[in-house]
Nanobody, 119 residues
Framework: QVQLVESGGGLVQAGDSLRLSCAAS????????VGWFRQAPGKERDLIAS?????RVANDVQDRFTISRDNAKNMVYLQMNSLQPGDAAVYYC???????????????WGQGTQVTVSS
């Protein structure tokens, strides 16, 4: 069973940066597609970025967020720069064996990490 643990969230001021980390226990981590999702209060959970061999970032944050992975360490990262109050949400790491999993159907999910951005 694949287990995922997110870390790196916290309370920051607008304009600050954070790097979220996702640690995976999978023995075949390099074959997993990994995604970052976020869910703000009262809103749906949205895919922010995903990575298999190459990474993709949602258009609305593409200029500020970067996804990367280190297969040797079983880690995936989400670098978030110039954070805005609208970025405040619980951020989730998710993984799936499929190369292109459909949004919100990822098989494995972490517990989430809270990101709060003050004005």
């Amino acid at each position: 069973q694949v287990q995922l643990v997110e870390s790196g969230g916290g309370l920051v001021q607008a304009g600050d940066s954070l790097r979220l980390s996702c640690a995976a226990s999978a023995r075949t981590f390099n074959f997993l597609t990994v995604g970052w999702f976020r869910q703000a209060p009262g809103k749906e959970r949205d895919l922010i970025a995903s990575i298999s061999w190459t990474g993709r970032v949602a258009n609305d944050v593409q200029d500020r967020f970067t996804i990367s992975r280190d297969n040797a360490k079983n880690m995936v990262y989400l670098q978030m720069n110039s954070l805005q109050p609208g970025d405040a949400a619980v951020y989730y790491c998710a993984a799936d064996e499929r190369l292109r999993p459909i949004n919100n159907t990822y098989r494995y999910w972490g517990q989430g990490t809270q990101v709060t951005v003050s004005s």
